[in-house]
């Protein structure tokens, strides 16, 4: 009874043991890869201290090539191409664009040590440009993709909407404006058709009342015309009264037969001859010199 719990002891002891070695090997492990990593990292900042040593150097050269050509500037002859103008004037443009207290102003705000040039502040605002867009780009096409699959659905942005019955709404603007167009077009027509009726039929009664007026122009022409040969008639007789009775009885009953064979148009105007032939009797019997009744 007494060897069975001595040898779990035992077991419990040895298992304990063996949990204390796993785990002082997993801190060896660990310890291992850390320093590996901190080495690592060691060798990457002693590259780039190289490629940053190395980037000063190149731009080190180069300033003082262009520097050495300001300042030994070679004017007396002409450029003879292209490359030779951008060659000789480009030291210029640099030491336009070089700014000592903007440089001045980076290192003091730098404390690392570690400034990168101009190159790699170039490349770095280019990447961030190039982040920039590509990640506007895919908003974009992210949005366009949602759009297509709604309208694919069936559905339209409120923009698309409006759009739309807008359109609509210039559509029914127009055809209103055409109806109403040719709704003032067909009245102008009618008004026309009618004043042209007014006007012709004025004109119809403007024909007649001439030719009413026409008609009765001859008839009063001749009724004129028999009062006109009466009255030379009587004249005739007084300034004649020594004359042949017979000659003035003769040409008076030819005057008589004459009216008789025309007689008058307007049987309005007989009252007026006749008038004018009882008064020429009168007149004859005023003078004494001639007398139906004696006949």
Aim: hydrophobic content about 30%.
């Amino acid at each position: 009874m007494l060897a069975k719990p001595q040898q779990s002891q035992q077991q419990q002891q040895q298992q304990q043991q063996q949990q204390q070695q796993h785990q002082q090997q997993q801190q060896q492990q660990q310890q291992q890869q850390q320093q590996q990593q901190q080495q690592q990292q060691q060798q990457q900042q002693q590259q780039q201290n190289r490629g940053i040593r190395s980037g000063n150097q190149v731009e080190l050269h180069m300033a003082y090539q262009d520097a050495w050509r300001i300042c030994h500037p070679d004017f007396k002859r002409p450029f003879t191409s292209l490359e030779d103008a951008c060659e000789r004037l480009l030291p210029y443009h640099v030491v336009a664009d070089y700014e000592a207290e903007e440089d001045d102003r980076i290192l003091d705000s730098d404390t690392t040590g570690q400034m990168p040039s101009r190159s790699q502040q170039w490349d770095h605002n280019i990447a961030a440009k190039v982040a920039e867009f590509t990640a506007t780009f895919e908003k974009q096409a992210l949005a366009f993709n949602i759009i297509s699959r709604k309208r694919a659905l069936g559905e339209f942005r409120s923009e698309e909407r409006l759009m739309i019955e807008q359109a609509l709404l210039q559509e029914e603007k127009r055809a209103a404006l055409e109806i109403r167009a040719e709704i003032e077009s067909r009245e102008k027509a009618g008004r026309e058709a009618h004043e042209a009726k007014l006007r012709m039929a004025a004109m119809v009664q403007a024909e007649q009342a001439r030719a009413e007026s026409l008609a009765r122009g001859p008839i009063r022409a001749s009724a004129l015309g028999s009062q006109g040969n009466d009255a030379i008639g009587h004249d005739l007789g007084e300034q004649e009264q020594g004359g042949n009775a017979d000659e003035m009885i003769n040409g008076w009953g030819n005057n008589n037969q004459r009216d008789e064979k025309e007689p008058s148009e307007d049987f309005l105007n007989d009252e007026e001859t006749e008038n004018g032939e009882t008064g020429m009797q009168d007149g004859w019997r005023e003078v004494g010199e001639f007398d139906l009744n004696t006949r």
